[in-house]
């Protein structure tokens, strides 16, 4: 599991890391709001462990314009601001769960745990959704006991809906995370419903149950029952 931690004090960050580290979990930090955002919105993390009181970006600007450009991984606050108030606005704004400071390491461990179980991410950074099983390490992709040979970007495709499962995934959402489209200056919809056709043949297709489904007008959805 790959874990980001937004802490600008920084002997509390480093002891996060290095307990984190020791139980083989990946760490990158930023300590400030600005590199907080930077790393968030242009790397793949399970996790964000995020402060809300931070020097540039406030924490909770950072969690909305995240969940704002699309991006889903479990946030878990972390804040000495007790208030109600900051709770419910963290939780408003898209935050998965908070832990109030100051705290004890196994609790924050325990949150880890019960968050990367709600995003469907195991502790070896496996993806899963009803059969299908992603393994982010070796990038192998699997349906019961086949193995799916999948293109690149194929892949990409399939671990974004996966990390984001549950929730309708836009073409725009798509054009932005996977291709790198920032200003869709050329519709990149045909592109993307032609790898989507070709990953949908080879996830799908083959199986009875249907994963993918299309939202017409909305984009996709990868799900374990109809929704
Ligand atoms: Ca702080």
Redesign the pocket.
Known sequence: MHILII???HKLASAIAESLQALHYSVACAVNGEEGYYLASTQAFDLILL?????GRD?IEILQTLRQAGAQPPVLIL??RDGLDDRVKGLDSGADDYLIKPFAFPELHARIRALSRRGRIDENGKLHCADLELDRLSRRVTRGQQALELTGKEYELLEFLLLNQGHIVSRDMLANQIWGERARVVSMDNVIDVHMAKLRAKVDAPFVQTLIQTRRGLGFILADSPC
């Open positions: 802490e600008d004090e402060d809300l009181n931070l020097p924490g804040t000495a």
